[in-house]
């Protein structure tokens, strides 16, 4: 009963917005921002001419150890690809 008090007692955001206020959070999102940039899979780019940005959203997960105590915070920065076109966006899928 214990394991499902702890789940409940954490809150996980809907939105940046929630997000940013915690410090937790805020150090969850940085620690992706740096995992990105090490392994290469992101940097800042200037747009191309008549091209559009993909959106991009933050998904926030609690990690549990198995006796219910918490693991980490942990955030992942994700790209909203449904948003794109086949032949206007993108001509192949990896």
């Known amino acids: 009963m214990w394991f499902l008090g702890a789940i409940y007692s954490v809150y996980e ?6 997000a940013v206020k915690d410090p ?3 150090d969850a999102m940085s620690a992706e921002i740096t995992a990105l940039e090490a392994n290469n899979t992101w940097s800042l780019e200037s747009l191309p001419p008549r091209k559009h940005v ?3 959203k933050w998904v926030y997960k609690v990690k549990y150890k198995p006796d ?3 693991e980490r ?3 992942r920065l994700v ?3 449904d948003k794109q076109i086949e ?4 001509d192949e899928t990896f």
């Open 79 to 81: 790209i909203q690809g």
């Open 68 to 70: 219910g105590s918490i």
């Open 24 to 26: 937790r959070w805020r």
């Open 73 to 75: 915070f942990k955030a």
């Open 54 to 56: 993909l959106d991009s």
């Open 13 to 18: 955001p809907k939105h940046f917005s929630q």
């Open 87 to 90: 032949g206007v966006d993108y």
